[in-house]
């Protein structure tokens, strides 16, 4: 018996094979490169922080404003005409330093009138004094009648209330051609005059010009809730272990960006929080011997709220937080491993850890959402590590 071989199938069987043989390599290429890139994902290089500790000091900075110790818009006592102003203006004037001087001579007129009055007056009761002597021995001896005798007690009387009210008004033109002289209350800064010679001027009404006490100057800012209780704490806490204030730690950057030569000290809070704006108004107290602080200018105050002295320090933006637990994602052996912690102190920039690491661990600072735990890293340490505030 021939068997017969069909010549088409014996060239498709050499074609077969082939498409098999190309199918099996295609596969194991993929494979081979599915291995390649799990190989690439676990060896994904991120930046670390290492975390070590030091010390870091919270800091406060606020926008402030500074007022004079104290301010005092000058009037006139009495009205005249302005005759002469004796000082220039901006100069340093010091207490009962003559500043302007009012027309006197109306009130000098109204003196002498006044000790005229009283004069005669006077006069008029030593007259009434002998007629009562005179008129009470006679009454004694039963020679004048009582209501003679009343008549010279009733004028003696008014006379005396006469004399006391003379006496009154005298003082009160010593008083009136006295405050024609307008003299400085205090020492401080004298500002711009609202009158000139010649003006008049009516009384208690127009400001001739303001006077500031300008050392020490008031600086007054508004410190968040928040900082307030910190810094608060942070006092209450060195008074129960008895250690001393020392120096104070309150600074002033002036808007040229330079820091005041002077530190502050603070003088007083306010009775109430601002519901508004969850603030608190601070006062404190700068010296100001060179008097480059005035009164309305603005300027920044930097305050020392807490110090830590051998912190944990991580960004803030390190911290994962779901549902209140806070945790940190560090790197251990080449993983990412998932700790929590507790925050002892955090604001917008820097966070200070209280447990959960310790110094030298390395920490996932950005991109925290995307990885997750167990994921194999490569580590390489930002220069961020160099760079935490301390």
Do not use: W
Request: with cysteine.
């Amino acid at each position: 018996m021939k068997l017969l071989v069909n010549a088409d199938a014996t060239r498709k069987v050499p074609a077969v094979f082939l498409v098999v043989l190309l199918s099996i390599t295609v596969f194991l290429g993929g494979c081979f490169s599915d291995e390649k890139e799990q190989q690439a994902v676990q060896a994904m290089p991120v930046k670390v922080i290492k975390v070590t500790e030091h010390e870091f000091p919270v800091m406060g900075e606020y926008v402030a404003q500074i007022e004079a110790l104290k301010t005092v818009e000058i009037k006139a006592r009495v009205q005249g005409h302005i005759k002469e102003r004796t000082f220039n203006e901006g100069q340093n004037v010091k207490e009962g330093q003559l500043l302007f001087v009012i027309d006197p001579r109306p009130y000098r007129e109204a003196l002498i009138k006044a000790e005229a009055e009283l004069a005669s007056t006077k006069a008029s009761l030593a007259k009434a004094s002998k007629d009562y002597k005179r008129f009470k021995a006679l009454f004694d001896q039963g020679a004048v009648s009582r209501e003679e005798f009343d008549s010279k007690i009733t004028d003696k009387q008014v006379l005396e209330a006469n004399v006391t009210n003379a006496e009154a008004q005298v003082e009160q033109a010593k008083l009136d051609l006295g405050f024609t002289q307008i003299v400085s209350p205090m020492n401080g800064i004298i500002g711009r005059t609202q009158v000139e010679p010649g003006t008049l001027v009516a009384a208690e009404s127009t400001v001739l010009v303001t006077v500031s006490a300008m050392d020490p100057v008031y600086v007054n800012f508004s410190i968040p809730e928040k900082e307030y209780l910190v810094a608060m704490r942070e006092m209450e806490a060195k008074k129960k272990v008895g250690k001393p204030e020392g120096a104070s730690n309150l600074r002033i950057i002036l808007a040229d960006g330079g820091y005041y030569e002077y530190n502050g000290t603070f003088n007083m809070a306010d009775r109430a929080v601002d519901s508004s704006t969850g603030t608190l108004g601070i006062r404190a107290e700068f010296p100001n011997p060179e008097q480059i602080l005035r009164d309305g200018q603005y300027a920044k105050v930097v305050a020392r709220l807490k110090n830590y002295p051998n912190a944990l320090v991580v960004p803030t933006r390190a911290l994962l937080d779901v549902q209140g637990r806070k945790s940190l994602l560090t790197v251990s052996n080449g993983t990412v491993v998932e700790r929590p912690v507790k925050v002892e102190y955090t604001n917008d920039r820097n966070t200070v850890i209280k447990s959960g690491i310790e110094s030298g661990t390395l920490i996932i600072a950005d991109g925290v959402n995307k990885i997750r735990p167990g994921t194999p890293v490569k580590a390489e340490i930002s220069d961020e590590s160099s760079k935490m505030d301390k």
